[in-house]
């Protein structure tokens, strides 16, 4: 595994497996000070900060000066420290390499996958409270994974050892950022917006000579496409071809490769690359890759050859350039300056950009202000049996300081921590050097600290990131409304293998714990679907987690070792929800 780490913080005399297990998956050993054993793979760089931190990834400054110290920094990265109180782990915001730990052997075992820890967590078992949540709260990503007593070092987050017990402690939050607001024009922003992105995608291109560039034809990888050029980045670009006209966006991804002057593959999808029933590919601690978008991994391999690419793609760009589509603008702007003019023309924008009248966002404005702010992790308990549906999410720590905001920056909120939940998760990813740069650290933070309602001014969603981009993209690309999709694919593959799934559901793991609603799942896969109805994707990702969770016990029997087991009844003593949350 070329971008693959582990490491062992404790006493060296018990880490013979963890040297043996890096050995196994190719990893170098890295000189790193007492107590410390650290591997990683022949892709992640790695050097000593001027601090002394040892880091792992790659660094970026946050000023344009130089960085003594990972704090200084942005990218993608860890950094290992020590003073007398103990070791320090720290994981670089949004984009930091993956790190996930465990209690082993008196010390903490850390590693950036789950198969090189398979041997050592002995015998690995099912965190069945978190796959009752995974059900209900998608994407809530939080420190608990899917294997008992594994943890993930989220990112922006350090996890501090020493020698007795561990801690982690949150250095950068969300909302920081959303309470330094820029009340500007959107002339204002949109230079600044560019600057930071094209900034960010030179910072990540400057040492990848071969880029290959996921180009949808929509909005936000076209940017990134904008931003690879003016950046003097030398890249391709790949656009995926479904075979219903819902998803194929050549058009405007011809319309970008042409405008940019790049070459563009355009890579047919195949329906019978979609097998919704077969075991993951990878197996990760969590339940990882979409079985419906196998489609896309198959045909992306098949561009590739096998070539050793960096994968650029416009992941994020919903989520940090705001789409919201609510009236929550409207009730922010109304909170900040008053039922007045100001708040009502952007009552105007939202009706307008939803193709609304301005009656109907007034209902649903009066109706979402009745309700009040959401509070809490949005459920779905489709399909879930009730007894089995959690009485509240797992915590995570962005969740402090969302109260102090209202609706539409919760749901900004919300949005970036959806996404981060996906950048792991597509199969061909797996072990790729990939970057999103719309979730650059600069980036983010000034999107964030942009107000609500300006992202729909003028009636456009993302209105900034459009008027940023908008003097060097083709204008039925920049000022486009609509978005491609693969329902025609993934429908198709559902009516062609509902017998399996309904093996998979009725006759599964989940179903023997008592976690579906049986019968309303076997009578949804009885009836044939009505145009609109699109209720089957939550089949699918309920089958997507059963089917790691086969995947996951048949690694070995169920079950926490010893030291695991002790450390997550302490926590369960002590009434937390999240083990580590402090």
């Not at 582990?6 to 005399?13: K, M, P």
């Not at 076997?522 to 997507?544: K, N, S, T, V």
């Amino acid at each position: 595994m070329k971008r693959a780490l582990i490491a062992y913080l404790g006493n060296e005399d018990v880490a013979g497996p963890v040297v043996a297990a890096a050995g196994r998956f190719g990893m170098r050993p890295l000189p790193c000070g007492t107590d410390l054993l650290l591997f990683a793979g022949e892709a992640i760089a790695d050097r000593v900060m001027p601090d002394g931190a040892f880091l792992l990834g790659e660094i970026f400054s946050l000023t344009g000066a130089t960085c003594p110290a990972p704090a200084d920094g942005w990218g993608s990265f860890l950094a290992f420290s020590r003073d007398d109180a103990g070791w320090r782990i720290d994981r670089a915001p949004l984009t930091g390499l993956p790190l996930y730990w465990t209690r082993w052997r008196g010390g903490i075992l850390c590693a950036s996958h789950l198969a090189p820890l398979v041997e050592m967590i002995v015998p690995i078992g099912v965190d069945w409270d978190f796959v009752a949540q995974a059900l209900v709260y998608s994407n809530l990503r939080t420190e608990r994974t899917g294997v008992a007593g594994l943890f993930e070092l989220l990112p922006g987050m350090q996890l501090a050892w020493d020698g007795k017990e561990p801690r982690t402690e949150m250095l950068w939050s969300p909302w920081q950022h959303v309470g330094d607001v820029r009340n500007a024009k959107i002339s204002e922003l949109a230079p600044e917006l560019e600057r930071r992105l094209v900034g960010a995608v030179r910072a990540w291109s400057r040492a990848r000579p071969h880029i290959m560039l996921e180009l949808s034809g929509g909005l936000d990888s076209s940017i990134v496409a904008a931003a690879l050029t003016g950046a003097g980045a030398d890249y391709a670009a790949v656009n995926f071809v479904t075979p219903g006209a819902d998803g194929d966006e050549r058009h405007y991804a011809r319309a970008v490769a042409q405008h940019c002057g790049i070459d563009l593959v355009e890579a047919e999808l195949d329906p019978a690359d979609i097998d919704l029933a077969a075991a993951p590919e990878t197996i990760g601690p969590r339940p990882g890759a979409y079985a419906v978008l196998r489609g896309i991994d198959r045909a992306f391999e098949r561009v590739v050859e096998g070539r050793d690419v960096s994968v650029f793609g416009g992941i994020g760009g919903d989520n940090i350039f705001s789409f919201d589509g609510s009236v929550s603008p409207f009730l922010d702007a109304a909170q900040t300056f008053g039922l007045g003019p100001r708040a009502f023309g952007v009552l105007r924008d939202i009706a307008r950009g939803g193709g609304a009248t301005l009656w109907d966002a007034g209902r649903l404005a009066w109706q979402a202000w009745r309700r009040g702010p959401r509070v809490g992790w949005r459920s779905e308990a489709e399909f879930i049996a009730k007894e089995a549906v959690p009485a509240a999410p797992f915590a995570h720590p962005w969740d402090e300081g969302a109260r102090a905001h209202g609706q539409a920056k919760r749901n900004h909120v919300e949005a970036l921590r959806r996404i981060l939940d996906f950048t792991d998760r597509p199969l061909r990813w797996a072990d790729r050097d990939v970057v999103a740069p719309l979730l650059s650290q600069p980036v983010v933070e000034f999107c964030l600290s942009i107000p609500s309602w300006t992202w729909i001014e003028g009636g456009r969603d993302r209105a900034v990131a459009r008027a940023a981009f908008a003097h060097c993209l083709p204008p039925e690309v920049v000022w486009r409304r609509g978005k491609g999709r693969i329902e025609s694919v993934a429908t198709a593959s559902y009516l062609r293998q509902r017998p399996q799934i309904r093996e998979l559901l009725l006759g599964g793991r989940l179903a023997a714990q008592g976690l579906l609603d049986l019968p309303a799942v076997d009578a949804y896969l009885a009836r044939d679907l009505a145009d609109g109805d699109f209720l089957y994707f939550r089949l699918l990702e309920i089958a997507d987690v059963e089917l790691w969770l086969r995947s996951v016990e048949a690694l070995r029997p169920a079950g926490a070792s010893l030291d695991q087991r002790a450390y997550c009844a302490d926590f369960a003593g002590s009434g937390s929800i999240s083990p580590l949350s402090q």
